[in-house]
């Protein structure tokens, strides 16, 4: 009889801990809002006005673009932001005399929205940093992972593809780790324009990758920069510019973390 009642007992507790949140292995996978940053994601609106002139006159145009980001690193004052290079760069035809002006409006996940300034960006890992004056409540910093993830691992997207986004709805992506193609990473993951810059994170909600491009022919193939060149840049530039910063406090040298009127 004893035997009985303690086998019962076992059964239920069992049934009760595979069924429930309750199990450590399970706690993440069961409430995606006990890892997943999505206080970390920010939108970016892009606004670059381009003006042509001629010896009697000027004509300018104003060209609009959108991408998503992270936080990376909060400061006293604002956030370090980090998304895609080809956000960032602005190309003009050799030859041509244009006047550029551009800018940076970013927004938390529940809208709330500052100006953001370009800091560095590299072409050829498409990675690009910015600073957000003022920013510092409604966002998360992103915890960068130690490692870069393994083939078949299971990962999680927050963007804006296709601008898709309001104050507090960012849609939430679920994918897979491919490997590595050429310089890439590769992923199995949804991404649309508006996508680009957007974090790459594992299931502890720690950044792996960020997208930078799709297939055009099937949108569910993503490109990443790797965890490895992308962390070395954010390790590298986030240091360089808090450096910059607190020397230019110190010495009253020209604010160029504020964005311009």
């Known amino acids: 009889m ?3 009642i303690t086998s019962l007992f076992l059964l239920i507790f069992l049934s009760l801990t595979i069924n429930s949140c309750a199990h450590t292995t399970l706690v993440r996978k069961c409430d ?3 890892f997943l940053p999505r206080g970390s994601f920010i939108h970016l609106e892009k606004t670059l006005k381009v003006t042509s002139c001629s010896e ?3 004509l300018s145009m104003n060209y609009r673009s959108a991408a998503s980001g992270f936080a990376v ?4 004052d604002g956030v370090f932001v980090v998304t895609a290079a080809h956000f960032c760069e602005n190309d003009v035809p050799a030859g041509v005399d244009l006047k550029l002006e551009e800018e940076y409006k970013a927004s938390t996940v529940n809208g709330k929205q500052h100006n953001g300034v370009l800091l560095h960006y590299e072409r050829d ?5 910015l600073f957000v004056k003022d920013m510092t409540e409604d966002v998360t910093q992103l915890t960068i992972a130690e490692d870069k993830p393994q083939p078949g691992d299971k990962i999680y997207n927050v963007s804006a593809p296709a601008s898709i986004f309001v104050p507090g709805m960012v849609p939430i992506l679920e994918g897979r780790y491919n490997g590595e193609m050429g310089e890439n990473s590769c992923y199995t993951l949804p991404a649309a324009p508006g ?13 792996v990758g960020m997208v930078h491009s799709v297939y055009m022919n099937f949108h569910v193939i993503t490109l990443s920069t790797s965890h490895e060149k992308l962390k070395a840049f954010i ?6 510019f808090v450096l910059y910063k607190t020397v230019m406090d110190d010495l009253n040298l020209e604010d160029i ?3 311009k009127s």
């Open 2 to 4: 004893f035997n009985k």
């Open 32 to 34: 995606l809002k006990t």
């Open 56 to 58: 009697t006159q000027c």
């Open 73 to 76: 690193h909060l400061d006293n």
């Open 125 to 129: 890992i498409d990675v690009c940093l």
């Open 195 to 207: 996508s680009s810059g957007s974090m790459i994170v594992n299931e502890d909600g720690e950044l």
């Open 235 to 240: 390790d590298k530039y986030v240091h360089k």
């Open 257 to 259: 973390f504020t964005a």
